[in-house]
């Protein structure tokens, strides 16, 4: 039986088709997903993300802590600064990809996927043993709601008086929306501008209700995970258990630099992560494009002459792009004459960096 | 949840048939109810004009953003048509799936079986969702 968020019968009354994601009863899209899509490419998108987990560190060694549990710098992030970060088992493998919010000196908020944050938590608080800091698991106390897209701040500047202007990419405040008292974060995983507003469980319909009213002169959508999927897929964003995997270090998904090995004292994954860090992998994480209309999908072989040289990690369709996209790990060095197995039909495909869409700043 | 057409034959994997009456052609389509599970439909793959099918026979697939289906035939015969106009725009299967999203047509060699009624289609499909 997968868990309701708060919001579960306001996605009833859209007439959204629910998903089971992660134990969560999750909207996967409330009409068209396409139009989902362009809606947050070009104006705004509205999303239910309240299957995510808030992990609460605090102490005044609540920074140390984190630098210990996690691969990042974090007692360095100023407070109100945010930053993507990863946490690492013993041999360097990824547990989770997440963001830490600094919310005080000694406060910390770490948003973990909804896979995993109980074993984050868990962790967390296993590895913030010695320090001076607590953690505290209250995702059950929170809804999460972002608004992504380039109408996002006007649409939610009509609804509060923080300075979205003054907030930067990866900043957080606390302040009052639609009269909830929320922290507004500048983040999102959809390669739009856009805000995640953190709202206690009973502020969050009618929170929606609000954006929902408000967007709506300018075309704003609510939007689903199958969208947010293909978004954040066109902007070459990770998502765990697709790019990101216990098997896989930081270093192995190209994103080697989220690690600190310059921080003080010792982190979990440091003496596996130290020597591989200048070490090429022997696969790369890539982005593929098709020439023809079938699509890459999850776990189909990436071939060269018939040899297989990779494997696809995520695949759809591209709106932006018109073609389908993938990405995928793929031999370092193959960069030609690249086919997707498809159901056994040799599908050519061209290798691209990524992102396959950045947009204009 | 959509309408069922009454005048229309279905399979259990969410196929209509029409056009069973004077058992020389029919046309074959997906059911508005498989549009709608599927989501946006981005891609049609049809058989050959000229194929010959034996009913229950994967000859094509329909692709959309989340996932991948097959089209199977649901009688057998040879493929006399196929509707080139939604390999060309995949989503006439979401807007007309009963109408312009309809996929090819086959002349029937022999009796088709295993077909439901509107009404038999009717209870699978509100009874698994």
Redesign the interface.
């Known amino acids: 039986m997968s868990r309701p968020t708060p919001l579960r019968d306001i996605h009833e009354s859209l007439g959204a088709?629910l998903t089971d994601f992660a134990g969560w009863l999750m909207p996967?899209?409330y009409g068209?997903?396409?139009a989902e899509h362009n809606a947050v490419r070009e104006r705004a998108g509205l999303f239910d993300l309240s299957h995510m987990g808030e992990i609460f560190v605090t102490g005044p060694q609540a920074g140390q802590a984190l630098d210990h549990a996690l691969v990042g710098h974090l007692s360095a992030l100023a407070v109100g600064r945010a930053r993507y970060t990863m946490i690492v088992n013993e041999q360097g493998g990824v547990l989770d990809d997440l963001i830490v919010y600094r919310l005080g000196d000694e406060e910390f908020m770490v948003v973990a996927n909804a896979s995993n944050y109980p074993m984050v938590a868990a962790r967390l608080t296993e590895r913030a043993s010695g320090f001076g800091a607590s953690v505290e698991d209250r995702s059950d106390q929170y809804a999460l709601i972002a608004v992504q897209g380039p109408k996002a701040q006007e649409i939610l500047a009509t609804l509060t008086d923080a300075d979205l202007e003054g907030l930067k990419y990866y900043a957080g405040l606390p302040g009052t929306v639609a009269g909830a008292e929320a922290l507004i974060a500048r983040t999102g995983y959809t390669g739009e501008d856009g805000f995640e507003l953190f709202v206690a469980n009973a502020d969050a319909a009618p929170l929606w209700h609000a954006l929902t009213k408000a967007g709506e002169p300018y075309g704003l959508l609510p939007a689903g995970l199958?969208s947010r999927?293909?978004l954040r897929l066109e902007a070459g964003m990770p998502l765990y258990g697709n790019e990101l995997n216990a098997s896989l270090t930081p270093f192995d998904a190209g994103l080697g630099r989220v690690v600190k090995f310059d921080k003080p004292g010792d982190f979990v994954g440091r003496a596996a992560l130290e020597p591989v860090k200048d070490v090429p992998p022997r696969r790369r994480l890539v982005g593929l494009v098709a020439t023809g209309?079938?699509?890459p999908?999850h776990g189909f072989p990436v071939t060269k002459d018939g040899v297989v040289v990779g494997e696809v990690t995520s695949g759809?369709?591209s709106q932006t792009l018109g073609k389908?996209i993938a990405m995928a790990y793929v031999d370092t060095g193959i960069e030609e004459g690249l086919a997707v197995d498809i159901?056994g039909s040799q599908e050519a495909v061209d290798l691209v960096e990524l992102p396959f869409y950045r947009r204009n700043k | 949840m959509s309408t069922i057409p009454d005048d229309l034959s279905y399979t259990k994997e969410h196929e209509w048939v029409a056009g069973l009456d004077d058992g020389l052609t029919v046309t074959v389509g997906i059911t508005a109810y498989a549009a709608e599970a599927l989501g946006d439909v981005v891609f049609v793959q049809l058989p050959e004009v000229g194929t010959t099918v034996e009913a229950g026979d994967s000859i094509g697939e329909v692709e959309s953003t989340k996932s991948v289906s097959e089209i199977y035939a649901p009688v057998g015969g040879e493929v006399v048509e196929v509707n080139q106009a939604v390999v060309d725009k995949p989503d006439l299967v979401n807007s007309e799936p009963y109408g312009e999203g309809w996929m090819f047509r086959v002349r029937l060699e022999g009796d088709p079986e295993d077909l439901l009624s509107a009404e038999e289609y009717t209870a699978l499909t509100s009874g698994d969702n």
Do not use: C, G, M
Request: no cysteine; charged share 40%.
């Open positions: 088709t996967l899209r068209s997903e396409s199958s999927d293909t209309r079938r699509v999908r759809a369709p389908p159901r």
